[in-house]
């Protein structure tokens, strides 16, 4: 809710409208992204100490059966190796997701894994896809796009950021590197540009002053009144005191 303070200092006066703030922290904001990377790491753990076999429920392109691969293949990693390289981006980008875009943070992550999955499946010729770098790759897109696209100061200083710091894996959206799975890369940057479209509404917009509000008044505005038509300074002159003494 806005609320607005007058103060008056002689013939000038300040208004100031206080609104709550538009991105606080709160426990949510880095316990959900420890619970995806522990997830994460959970699996590992299951995959190297009792069933190795389950590195194979990857998203294997134009197969019915590789389909299951889309929910799973995020959880699944090659090796240790593998499993670092995407916790660390992992984790921050899901942390500055959850922070900036709270509300839709867990539609972000969940919808982005099954329509970049989705993607893979589609575009991929043949391997078995596994891994969280897609939705690295979703993150990375999603946040990018929405901060240009928000004109937010505080959201295009963090896309600027993710730039600076992942700004290099646009190069694996191509096919560089052998045994990468650049097509998963290419699903997550296509889907978190189209997230970025469509979630354009859920953003925060830039705060406003009090004379920028659709239902402000210049007349009303105890500021104005001391400008003339022309934008003139009116002098003010105190009232003399005309009251007769006895």
Known sequence: MDTIFGFKFGVWSITIMSKEPQFKYSTSVILYPILLL???WLVFWFQVRIDYGIKAYGIKPHKLEGLLGIFTSPFLHGDINHLYN???PLFVLSLALFYFYKKIAWRVI???ILLSGLLTWLIAKSGNHIGASGLIYVLVSFIFFKGIF???YRLIALS???VFLYGSLIWYVFPVKAGMSWQGHLGGLITGFLFALVFRKQVAKPERYYWEQPDYNEDDDPFMKHFDEDGNFI????EENT???E
């Open 235 to 238: 002098e003010f002159i105190p």
């Open 243 to 245: 009251e007769e003494l």
């Open 110 to 112: 969940l919808y982005g």
């Open 86 to 88: 995407n916790s660390i």
């Open 38 to 40: 522990f997830s994460i």
């Open 150 to 152: 928000a004109k937010h």
């Open 160 to 162: 600027l950021m993710v």
